[in-house]
C-alpha cells in the first residue's frame, strides 16, 4: 500500500490554510454516498449532500485538493469556456442562455461558499480578457455588445490598445475587456476550505485511498486496497485523474498537462504590471494566463504537454512563455515551478451524467473548473437528492468522443493540439 503522493512543491502548497492529512479508510464501511476524488467537485458535492443530511465518504489517492484543484492558475471566469455567440450556433438562444446563465450561478456559488465559510483563499475581483490578434477585436466587440444586449449582463469594460496597455502592464495585445464581476482567488485555500465546511457537516474526508475498481449491482461498491465503501451512490469526481474506473467518462474526459511558476515578491513593480490587481487571460487557444497575489508575485500559467512527463525545467518552459509578454521581468527570481494536470472535453463543456443507476460522473472543466467543478459538486448533490432540472441542463448536452478509442486518443489530441497551437501564432 503505497504512500499519499504530497502536494506539488508550489507557492499554493508552501501558503496553505488548514492543511492538515485525514486518516486513510480502514476497512468496509457503509455510506449514503461514496465520492471518488478530493477536488473541488467532490468537496462541493460531500459539503451539499451532508448539509442535506446524506451520510457522505470521499476517497482520496493523495492529498485533498492535490490535483488541478490545488495547482490551477486561480481564475474565476464568467459563464462558459465557450462564448455565448459560440453556444448560440450550436444549440440556439434558449439552451445557450440557461448554459450563461448556470455559468454565472457556479461563479455566485464560489463567492457563497468563500462568504459563508469565511474561507481565507485571498479573493480579488476583476478578470481582464487580453485580445492577441488584430482581427479578433470585431468578434469580440460583438460578443460583448451580445451579453450586454440579449443576456442583460453588466460590468464589462471595453478597453482599447492603449488603455488595455496600461491595465496590465504590456503592449502585446491589440485590446482588451474587464469583467468586474469575475476574479481570481488562493486556489488549494478554497479547496481546504470547502474541505473543512464539508467535516463540519458530517461529511468523512479520507485521504491516501485510492480508488481501484468500481462493483456495480443494486448498491455499488468501491474497492480500495483499505477496504470498501458500499454506498447507494457513487460519484466519480477524479477529473483527469479517473484512469481505469470507467470507459465511458476516460473516452470523454481527456487529462493534459499545464504548468505554473510563481515569481519572487515584485515589490513597486507589481503596482505598474496590473494596477487594478485583475487576473488577465488571453485569446489563445493554448491560453497564457496570469494574475498578482497579495503579496505582490506573479503567478503566470503558460504552455501544455500532452504526454504523461513533465518538461524536466518547468520553471525554465513557462518562464519564456512569461518573458514574451513581460520581457522586462528577465531579472525577476522565479520561486516556484509547478505543473499539474487538468482534463478537457473536445467540446470545452464539462461532461457531467447518470452513467448507470446509482453512478455520477463529472468532469472535463477545461480550464474554468474553479467556478464549472465546485458548482458541479452543487449540482450532483441536487440530482442524488432527486432534483435533476439544473443537473440535466449539462448532462443532456451532446458529447463528442476522443477519436481513436483509448490507445490512440492521445496521439490524435497531441496532432488536434499542436494545430490549435499553430494557430496561436499565426
Known sequence: ??????????????????DHPRAPLAGDVRADVCIVGGGYTGLSAALHLAEAGRKVVVLEANRLGWGASGRNGGQLHSGQRQDVSTLEAWFGRARARALFDLGEEAKRTVKDLIARHAIDCEWQDGLIHAIHKRRYLDVVRREVETLERDYGYAGI????RTAAAAA??????????????????????????????AERAGAVLHEGTRATRLVDGPVPKVVTPQGTVTADAVVLAGNGYLEGLDRETEAHVMPIHNYILATEPLGAR???????????????????YWRLTRVGRLVFGGGETYSRQFPADIKGFVRRHMLAIYPGLADARIDYGWGGTLAVTRSRLPFMRRLR???????????QGVGLATFAGKL???????????????????ARLFPG??????????????WYALRDRL
Open 380 to 398: 450532483l448533490a441536487e440530482a442524488i437528492a432527486g432534483d435533476t432540472g439544473r443537473f440535466d441542463v449539462f448532462a443532456g448536452l451532446p
Open 405 to 418: 478509442g483509448r490507445h490512440l486518443r492521445y496521439p490524435s489530441l497531441v496532432l488536434a493540439m499542436s
Open 157 to 160: 469594460t471595453l478597453l482599447d
Open 270 to 288: 507589481a503596482d505598474r504590471l496590473i494596477p487594478g490587481r485583475e487576473a488577465v487571460s488571453d485569446s489563445r487557444f493554448v491560453v497564457h
Open 168 to 197: 496590465i502592464g504590456t503592449d502585446v495585445y491589440h485590446g482588451a475587456w474587464r469583467d468586474a464581476s469575475a476574479g481570481h482567488l488562493h486556489p488549494l485555500n478554497l479547496a481546504l476550505g470547502i474541505a473543512a465546511a
Open 1 to 18: 500500500m503505497g504512500l499519499p503522493l504530497p502536494h506539488a512543491p508550489s507557492l499554493y502548497a508552501a501558503t496553505a490554510v488548514g
Open 357 to 367: 443507476p446509482g453512478l455520477y460522473t463529472s468532469g472535463g472543466y477545461s480550464g
